[in-house]
């Protein structure tokens, strides 16, 4: 059964008319992103900065509306349902943030912080409210008086626990979490990662992981997917992915990840791409990887290749493969 089932999803964002063209432009943030997430499993998706993961965790929880497309959790279709109608499926679809600071109130008490998700929901009130309050804090590795303190008394990995507090305080059956290591030191970023899984665990929980390289997601994933330019490129299981690259551009993040043992090293080509990421306001026609593709002909600028299997459960989007 699957958790999150995501079709044809787009999400542009209106960008101000220049003055004189007139002409309304659009960010394509997400340009038409197909996947699904089974219950209990970790999906990975990563890419560069700005190829549009956090919009597409955002458009999931229904942070923002999609511009078309269709999100599906748990067999219902939540696309279109109004606030009121979403409110049930708020409680079980939460987010762990990407900047643990900005995303906690400086105003609020963590107890406040925490308190405010389950009162949203109306799920404890009283002395059940503070216990669950408190019983939350203290699974996610924080004490009871961290409660009457505010965020920014707290370092980066504490924040993000009370994050991730306020996420599993009204206990979700999915979670995305949005690079939630990326601001921490290495030696926090496993304490975290272990916290995670170990949830995931006891509560079954389903995970959209958001990361910017592969190295991070290849440990905790179950599925990985390669997004570029507001488009998934490539999925497959975790370890097919890692051992038999497919496409161009999963292959260039690959080859930056260095490889402890030193024969492999020898073996592996470390590709580097060329040119910048082009603008998602004006995306080039044909294959959107083709300004920096080191394979790419003539034929690659005709259309933007669609995800197709090309191994068991292996999707790529590249009309050589
Ligand atoms: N609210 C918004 N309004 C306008 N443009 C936006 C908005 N949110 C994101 N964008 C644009 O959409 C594109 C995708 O952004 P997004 O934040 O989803 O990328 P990302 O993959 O999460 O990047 P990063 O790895 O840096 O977090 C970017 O070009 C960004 O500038
Ligand atoms: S379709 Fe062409 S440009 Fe696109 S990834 Fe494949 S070879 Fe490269
Ligand atoms: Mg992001």
Redesign the pocket.
């Known amino acids: 059964m699957h958790s999150i089932e995501v079709s044809g999803l787009k ?1 542009y ?3 101000r008319k220049r003055l004189f063209s007139g002409k309304a432009q659009h ?4 340009d038409g992103v197909d996947f699904a997430v089974e219950r209990g499993e970790t999906f990975g998706l990563v ?12 458009v999931i929880v229904r942070l ?1 509306n999609p511009t078309e497309g269709r999100v599906s959790f748990e067999g219902t279709d939540i696309s279109s349902l109004t606030q009121r109608e979403l409110l049930p499926y708020r409680k079980r679809m939460q987010m762990i943030f ?1 900047d643990p600071f900005s995303s906690l109130d400086s105003r609020m008490t963590v107890g406040d912080i925490v308190g405010e998700a389950i009162d949203i929901h109306g799920l404890a009130s009283g002395r059940e409210r503070t216990d669950r309050i408190l019983a939350i804090l203290d699974r996610v590795g924080l004490s009871k008086w961290h409660a009457s303190r505010y965020p920014h008394e707290f370092s980066g990995g504490q924040r993000q626990r009370i994050g991730i507090a306020r996420a599993l305080v009204v206990e979700p059956s999915f979670i995305v979490c ?2 939630p290591i990326s601001a921490l030191d290495v030696s926090i970023q496993a304490q975290i990662i272990n916290m995670l899984e170990e949830f995931q665990e006891n509560m079954g929980l389903t995970y959209l992981f ?1 990361a ?1 390289d592969l190295s991070m997601v290849k440990h905790i994933s179950t599925r990985i997917g390669v ?1 570029y330019l ?1 488009g998934l490129v490539e999925t497959a299981g975790s370890d097919e992915l890692y051992k038999n690259p497919l496409h161009p551009y999963t292959q260039s993040l690959l080859s930056a990840i260095p490889i402890p043992d030193p024969d492999e090293a020898v073996r592996s080509r470390r590709i580097i791409l060329e040119g910048e990421i082009p ?3 004006d995306t080039p026609p044909g294959c959107k990887f083709r300004t920096r593709c080191p394979m790419a002909g003539s034929e690659c600028g005709d259309e933007n290749p669609a995800l197709r299997e090309a191994a068991p459960g292996h999707y790529v989007a590249c009309r050589l493969i």
């Open positions: 999400k964002f209106p960008v960010v394509k943030a997400v890419g560069e900065s700005g190829c549009g993961k956090t919009t597409v965790g955002r923002y990407q949005d690079e958001i910017h997004m507001g603008s998602p306001i």
